[in-house]
T-cell receptor
Framework: GENVEQHPSTLSVQEGDSAVIKCTYSDSASNYFPWYKQELGKRPQLIID?????GEKKDQRIAVTLNKTAKHFSLHITETQPEDSAVYFC???????????FGAGTTVTVRA | DTEVTQTPKHLVMGMTNKKSLKCEQH?????MYWYKQKAKKPPELMFV???????INESVPSRFSPECPNSSLLNLHLHALQPEDSALYLC???????????FGAGTRLSVL
């Protein structure tokens, strides 16, 4: 099955700086890669996703890049704000089944 | 209506109790999911229903029994749970399997 590794496990950044989270996956058949943000006590919320036919996608301060050859994808948050503090999960969906395999999560803290 | 609604929000039960968790969506989604999430961990897939049929059971103990009465409703029946089953139980839905998943707010379950 799919194995997704996510790094770092914690990330502390100064407000206004950038944050980068990296994930690798094992199943070359995976073709859909969402990122979820989960604030304390709340539901995971989809913030951005990318499909395997695209190398990069951007939505305001958030961008995701995908390198299919190397089987890794990354989340970039620019101009971080305190409200960006949360746990971020990457995930990969294999084309063989309906399952989303999640990374272990990154706790992001934005210092004011 | 763009939400996945879960009830109850909180549940405390004894090990001999029988209780049910409920999940509802009115977005016309045809795939629905149950996940279990422990603190600071990613969601773990339990069950997947596609077009009201159970398509994935991730070797979940029989004390958890899912039910999908119709395309909008998903239940999780609980019986003889153990304290280690205490967790946040998340429901999700997607237009069809292999698509963006939208999560409910979850039921926080405590087993005493």
């Amino acid at each position: 099955g799919e194995n997704v590794e996510q790094h770092p496990s914690t990330l502390s950044v100064q407000e206004g700086d950038s944050a980068v989270i990296k994930c690798t996956y094992s199943d070359s058949a995976s073709n859909y890669f969402p990122w979820y943000k989960q604030e304390l006590g709340k539901r995971p919320q989809l913030i951005i996703d990318i499909r395997s036919n695209v190398g990069e996608k951007k939505d305001q301060r958030i961008a995701v890049t995908l390198n299919k050859t190397a089987k890794h994808f990354s989340l970039h948050i620019t101009e971080t704000q305190p409200e960006d503090s949360a746990v971020y999960f990457c995930a990969a969906e294999s084309s063989n089944d309906y399952k989303l395999s999640f990374g272990a999560g990154t706790t992001v803290t934005v210092r004011a | 209506d763009t939400e996945v609604t879960q009830t109850p929000k909180h549940l405390v039960m004894g090990m001999t109790n029988k209780k049910s968790l409920k999940c509802e969506q009115h977005m016309g989604h045809r795939a629905m999911y149950w996940y279990k999430q422990k603190a600071k961990k990613p969601p773990e897939l339990m069950f997947v229903y596609s077009y009201e049929k159970l398509s994935i059971n991730e070797s979940v103990p029989s004390r958890f029994s899912p039910e999908c009465p119709n395309s909008s409703l998903l239940n999780l029946h609980l019986h003889a749970l153990q304290p280690e089953d205490s967790a946040l139980y998340l429901c999700a839905s997607s237009p069809r399997a292999k698509n963006i998943q939208y999560f409910g707010a979850g039921t926080r379950l405590s087993v005493l």
